[in-house]
């Protein structure tokens, strides 16, 4: 019998072959912040005060401890890039744009960049990809971290939807950053040639499941929610699209547990808040996964590892990739 991480990691595809990759390893560059203090949502909303704006970037994890929590990007993200902690190994690649969230640790180290794309250290000298957690390099070579349900947001709306889940404390020595208005060189001086299906700093949605991954530019997507269906290596999967914080998040189509029940969503404009509706028991669902009225209420969607990530990045890792439409 298959245990829970072993078919999860079978589900996460690994990056497409590269014999020729680049790496730059410039360790000094950012401090790794480990095992920061934490709070409540709530509470870190009135001890920063108007520094913090409801527009403010978060990577939002949505399962686990507390049922999630919320990193604000220019308090954490701008200034370490890599977060390890007892909640997990949090990552942010601004160059390529994209967030991803690992299994807890506090033994990893921002390292550098390989292809374009973030690289992380274990203590034991492992390198590992920041968006396939993939061990390239070291003792563990060959072993692949399986990802924690997360997605991107904006503080105001996970706040109200979410006011009782975690955050790290805003300490006065934690001042805010803007985001970067750039792209650091040594992050460019490892891309490799680009693929010219895209625009290369144009924005996707990216899923890989088993050998197949799709890429679905996030131009696709309008203003009102939406709701995307697709199929990867006999893995049906839903990617919903939330316009006000331009987030897109992927599940299957089915409830987490022991005896999962299938879930036919829909979208229903009636409830912004929550605007997918079941066609099982009209039951709504957010953007979290997770019913939040009817029978079905409190019942989440089994994540599946999308991320929003600049077409460069995407490619490099999964050159055979599919472009959605």
Partial sequence: MFSLSLLLALLVAGPDDSSAAKTLFKPDLFQTLVDPDCSYCRDEAKRAGDALRDDDRVLAWIRGQHDGGAIPYRWFLVPFRVLSDTYGVFVYDADADFVRAWPPSVDFRFQGWRNGVMVMKDKDGTLFDCLTGVAFEGPRKGERLVPLPSFESNWGPW???????????????????????????????????????????????????????????????????????????????????????????????????????????????????????????????SMVGRAVSGSRKGASLRWLPGVMIKWYAWAAEYPKTEIGS
């Fill in 159 to 285: 706040l109200k939807a979410n006011p009782g889940t975690v955050a790290y404390m805003m300490y006065p020595k934690f001042k805010p950053m803007p985001l970067p208005a750039g792209v650091l060189s040594e992050s460019l001086q490892t891309r490799p040639a680009p693929d010219a299906r895209l625009g290369p700093e144009q924005r996707v949605f990216g899923l890989a499941i088993g050998a197949q991954s799709v890429a679905f530019p996030l131009t696709r997507f309008g203003v009102q929610p939406e709701l995307l269906k697709t199929k990867l290596s006999e893995q049906d999967a839903v990617i919903l699209w939330e316009p006000s914080t331009r987030t897109a998040v992927s599940f299957a189509p089915e409830t987490e547990g022991k005896n999962p029940e299938q879930v036919t969503l829909s979208v229903d404009l009636g409830d912004r808040d929550a605007p997918f509706i079941d066609r099982e028991t009209g039951s709504h669902w």
